[in-house]
Structures are given as C-alpha cells and as structure tokens.
C-alpha cells in the first residue's frame, strides 16, 4: 500500500500562485508515476498533470499548460504541483496518484492509489 497526502491547497486571487505537495509514504515509491486530478461538486475527476518516475516524462492537460508546473524529489517521496497565474476556474479538490505501471496516464483507472485532496478556491 502508498498512502498519499496533498497539502498546499488554499484560498488565492486570480492570478496568484499555489504550490500543492504530495507526500508518499508506506511501499517503495519506486518506479511510480505520479499524477495530479482536480474534481469540482457534480462533474467527474479531470485529468490536470503527470510525471513519470524519472521525471523525464511529462504530460499535462491543455487547460493548465504554460501555467502549471509538475515535479517530484524522489528522495523525498513527494511530488508537486506549482500552479501560477490561477483562474477561478481552477477552482477545485485537487488530489494526487500513483501507478505502479509509470504509464503517465490521464484516465482516472490507470492509477492505484489515491489522496483525499486539498482544496484550491481561486477568487474572481
């Protein structure tokens, strides 16, 4: 088992930055990717970034590219998202995931594990 824990999350005004993090503890992190997914009350969890376990790999969903920015320290077991000049629109619960496959995947089932998500409200 990973278990997986997002902090970072808050409240900021548009154009403004966040950095969320996510901390990986249990079973090796080896060899994982790990992705980012935001969900807003009604509409299904939307694909936002992923990197695979080198960090050489990089995928993002077009609506966060040129403004968010995935990483990881693997020594550290923890990946993160710096999101910069935020819209309202971003507005969401953002949670973390890992595959075992490092496939570096943007559908929801191509990953194993889950964290509760950390909140991101962006103010107009």
């Known amino acids: 088992q990973v278990q997986l824990v997002e902090s970072g999350g808050g409240l900021v005004q548009a154009g403004g930055s966040l950095r969320l993090s996510c901390a990986a503890s249990g079973r090796t992190f080896s060899g994982y990717s790990m992705g980012w997914f935001r969900q807003t009350p009604g509409k299904e969890r939307e694909f936002v970034a992923a990197?695979?376990?080198?960090?050489?790999?990089?995928n993002y969903a077009d609506s966060v590219k040129g403004r968010f920015t995935i990483s990881r320290d693997n020594a550290k077991n923890t990946v993160y998202l710096q999101m910069n000049s935020l819209k309202p629109e971003d507005t969401a619960v953002y949670h973390c995931a890992a595959d075992p496959f490092n496939r570096l995947g943007r559908r929801q089932s191509q990953y194993d594990y889950w964290g509760q998500g950390t909140q991101v409200t962006v103010s107009s």
């Open positions: 990197s695979s376990w080198s960090g050489g790999r990089i």
